[in-house]
């Protein structure tokens, strides 16, 4: 079983001192009330592998001499507890108090209702609990500043969406047998779709690097031509850096998608909708357009990308 968090204890040694007078015989209360916790966190899901804060208010009598957090999920899945150490934290002996714990998803509880549960320990021995519940989803892969150049352009201008790679023509092609192909999509320019990212089956993908070189000739020589598909969103900019989750990256991207084989006339802040060919899983992503240095076929496109894993 895969351990979760590094466990570790620091317990603070106390002394005490009693002092004794003659004429003062007071005897101290016992503390009677127990401890109190709670942990609470701002979102109802989250992704396999990513970091969730919990934050976590406390109230005793007698001092706080122990915190542990445990992690469960209704997958069956059960994981080692972690021991907060709270010298670290600064709350050792502390009677009320609130903190922060960083936590990373575990990815064994994929697809599951995850529950963070942590249990308080006072100087009388007296312990408190508190959980929270969240769903643990797919995470999705998020690429940045990914450049394609044109194609008069010596960059690399095909792209393997689930790995982050980039191709330029003859290892696109030679990548692209004639049982499969990495290869999702390329970026062109042209004198009316202008800046584009299209399907490797799309004509006009073929006709502009055709065009450009008759070498360059994509129906001839790639063995596999994949058919992704495309729309231009009405997603902004702030949609896309807002979507974190598998559900909203699927919900937004389907919900925009149809049977295109490029998205023609970008922008800087264009939002692309995309499915993968079935044969390369099916997979849904979107790209926003960051930058443009492209009016003639012989420049560049940046994009950011955020795609559904495929692990």
């Known amino acids: 079983m895969k351990k979760l968090f590094r466990n570790a204890l620091m317990l603070a040694g106390m002394g005490s001192a009693l002092f004794f007078t003659s004429c003062d015989d007071t005897v101290e209360e016992p503390v009677t009330s127990g401890p109190s916790v709670t942990i609470t966190t701002s979102e ?6 990513a970091t969730a804060e919990f934050d976590i208010s406390f109230r005793a009598e007698a ?3 122990g915190a542990t957090l445990t992690v469960e999920s ?3 899945v059960t994981f080692d507890p972690v021991v907060l150490d709270l010298n670290s934290i600064g709350v050792a002996s502390d009677t009320l108090g609130e903190f922060t714990v960083t936590l990373t998803i575990p990815q064994e509880s994929l697809n599951s209702e995850a529950t963070v549960t942590v249990e308080i320990e006072d100087g009388e021995n007296r312990t408190a609990q508190s ?3 969240f769903d643990v989803v797919a995470s999705i892969n998020t690429y940045e500043s ?3 150049g044109a194609q008069g352009n010596t960059e690399e201008g095909f792209y393997n969406s689930l790995d982050n790679e980039r191709y330029t023509f003859a290892e696109a092609r030679d990548a692209s047998t004639v049982n499969s192909s ?4 390329a970026y062109y320019w042209g004198n009316d779709d202008k800046n584009t990212l299209a399907s ?4 006009g993908l073929q006709a502009v690097y055709k065009a450009t070189n008759s070498n360059l000739d994509i129906a001839a020589t790639f063995g596999t031509r994949n058919s992704t598909r495309f729309r231009v969103t009405s997603l902004s900019p702030e949609d896309f850096d807002g979507i974190e989750s598998e559900s909203a990256l699927v919900s937004a991207a389907d919900s925009e998608l149809n049977t295109n084989s490029s998205a023609t006339n970008l922008s800087v ?5 995309f499915e993968l060919d079935a044969d390369r899983g099916g997979y849904l992503g979107l790209a926003k357009v960051t930058a443009i240095n492209d009016t003639n076929g012989n420049g560049t496109i940046t994009i950011e990308v955020k795609v559904q894993s495929a692990e």
């Not at 990495?182 to 999509?185: G, I, K, L, S």
């Not at 490797?200 to 004509?203: E, K, L, M």
Request: charged content about 20%; cysteine-free; proline content about 3%.
């Open 44 to 49: 109802t899901s989250y992704s396999a592998g």
């Open 63 to 65: 001092e706080l001499i």
């Open 74 to 76: 209704d997958n069956d």
């Open 131 to 133: 959980s929270v519940s």
């Open 146 to 148: 990914v450049l394609f």
């Open 182 to 185: 990495p290869v999702d999509f």
């Open 200 to 203: 490797i089956d799309d004509g």
């Open 269 to 273: 802040g264009s939002v692309v909708a």
